[in-house]
């Protein structure tokens, strides 16, 4: 039978992130979107929740297994402090996860550490074609070396 009752780590990381969600992005974020000045030292304190690293197997500098669950539940707390500010500490999913998933054992060793340092790796990915309805599953850009 599943549970649906969190883990106790993920407790721990949904009460973490409640508390900055509260104490830091709820009180400053807007401020700092009004200014349009980056909140630097908020998303570091974002970054400190490791949930990224998390997400990344040890093999490649991380300290965890992937798991949706986990990011999703800290992403909700989060998202309650600010959506843009939460979206800015999830972008770097973007690059990471797919390397995690399919890339070589150099792209791994070379990109994957990079998001398991201490400091928050601004970073996202986008995906473009030259007209507006494209495809995703049938892109026509490729890329010559």
């Known amino acids: 039978m599943y549970s649906f009752e969190p883990t106790e780590e993920q ?16 009180s400053r974020m807007r401020e700092a979107d009004e200014k349009s000045e980056p909140a630097s030292e908020w998303m570091q304190a ?18 965890g297994e992937r798991s949706a669950l986990t990011w999703v539940l800290a992403a909700e707390e989060l998202a309650w ?35 398991c340092g201490d400091s928050y790796v601004p970073s996202s990915a986008a995906l473009m074609e030259p007209r507006f309805d494209f495809d995703p599953y049938s892109l026509k ?5």
Do not use: Y
């Open 81 to 115: 402090g600010d959506l843009s500010a939460t979206l800015s500490l999830m972008a770097p999913n973007l690059i990471a996860i797919p390397i995690l998933l399919c890339g070589t054992a150099e792209q791994k060793q070379k990109m994957l550490p990079l998001f």
């Open 141 to 145: 850009t490729t890329a010559i070396k």
């Open 46 to 63: 974002g970054w400190e929740l490791g949930l990224l690293p998390g997400s990344i197997p040890e093999a490649w500098g991380g300290f």
């Open 11 to 26: 407790k721990i990381i949904i009460e973490a992130a409640k508390k900055l969600a509260l104490k830091e992005f709820r």
